[in-house]
């Protein structure tokens, strides 16, 4: 694997893989010192022209906790914001020895721009550009799922394992999201059921052509498919005009036709679980009742990000064919210490 820029690159071979390596990654974390030589002199920089919390800082985290030097750029009060662009900024890093660039971008292409277009010879990982990918937010979903609903209930060893037979419903701003797209991406590609349920004006055109059914209506979709899983997708405002740009008439008519809220959530089947890519927008897409629930896994679902994100960095740039086979071994009962081939 040279880059990660799509979910669509990845097989079902790969897409395990990654989960597999993640599963090693988070059982070191469970560890009280939780550091890890793998990426000691390596250079990763996280490449931001969109505002970010929680991916900058998980990237961030997992980069550190692989023993990687990171870089942090932002765009707002950079040489970007007077000008330079992609190519000089790129140019830039290389210059400075980047083995990764994490980059986020409010252009939807622009990561497959900087990963093709010859000015870095560093890995390239997609943090989401505009609507188009986020593709580790998908498999850390994907991580999510396969803990909590394969293997009977994660109680049994999930290694090798897809998400076969898994029904999942995504719910609520498909439209304006890079999120729904990734996942349905690769949950398709691991054998999961895809049911995209959303208002008329929050579908893309051309979803047909996506492996994955339509709804527009929740209650519908939650009584005839009895999903597994059920995602909340935020409503993008930001990326509406004012007033919600006639997308949905109100946020209460929006709330009441596709929010998760209490009496939906009793609807679900018992062992169902709740996911959002988070940040919420509580009492719109999502009630306080649902978003504290115990069955919902969103917090988890932060945690699982660092386990995945230092996967994918380190398949990246330490994996190798020969070495990504057993990156991590496991404690024993005997010792404390993990190893981690580099």
Do not use: C
Request: aromatic share 4%.
């Amino acid at each position: 694997m040279r880059h990660l820029l799509s979910t669509a690159d990845l097989d079902v071979a790969e897409a395990v893989r990654i989960l597999d390596t993640a599963g090693q990654m988070a059982a070191t974390q469970a560890r009280e010192i939780k550091k890890l030589p793998t990426l000691r002199g390596r250079t990763v920089v996280n490449l931001f022209f969109e505002d970010s919390t929680r991916t900058r800082i998980s990237f961030e985290t997992a980069a550190k906790r692989l023993s990687a030097d990171v870089i942090n750029f932002s765009a707002k009060g950079s040489s970007v914001s007077k000008g330079e662009s992609l190519k000089d900024t790129a140019l830039t890093l290389q210059a400075m020895g980047a083995d990764a660039v994490v980059i986020r971008h409010h252009a939807s292409g622009a990561p497959h721009t900087l990963a093709h277009g010859g000015w870095t010879t560093g890995s390239v990982v997609n943090a989401g550009d505009g609507t188009h990918q986020h593709p580790t937010q998908a498999l850390l979903d994907a991580y999510t799922l396969r803990r909590h609903l394969v293997g009977d209930g994660g109680r049994a060893d999930v290694s090798g394992r897809d998400l076969t037979g898994l029904r999942v419903a995504i719910v609520g701003d498909v439209l304006h999201s890079r999120v729904a797209r990734s996942n349905v991406q690769l949950l398709h590609t691991l054998g999961a059921e895809v049911t995209l349920v959303a208002p008329p004006t929050l579908v893309p055109v051309g979803v047909e052509a996506w492996p994955a059914r339509v709804s527009y209506h929740l209650d519908e979709a939650i009584a005839d498919d009895k999903p597994d899983a059920i995602m909340m997708l935020r409503v993008q405002r930001e990326r509406m005009s004012s007033a919600g740009g006639g997308f949905f008439p109100s946020p209460l008519e929006y709330t009441r036709g596709y929010g998760l809220d209490a009496r939906r959530l009793a609807s679900l089947p018992e062992h169902a679980i709740v996911l959002h890519p988070g940040p919420m927008n509580r009492g719109l897409e999502i009630s306080a009742d649902a978003a504290d629930s115990p069955r919902a896994v969103i917090v988890e679902q932060v945690a699982n990000g660092v386990a995945v994100r230092m996967a994918v960095l380190y398949l990246l740039l330490a994996g190798g064919d020969a070495a990504a086979s057993t990156p991590v071994s496991t404690p024993t009962s005997t010792t404390n210490e993990t190893k981690v081939d580099a």
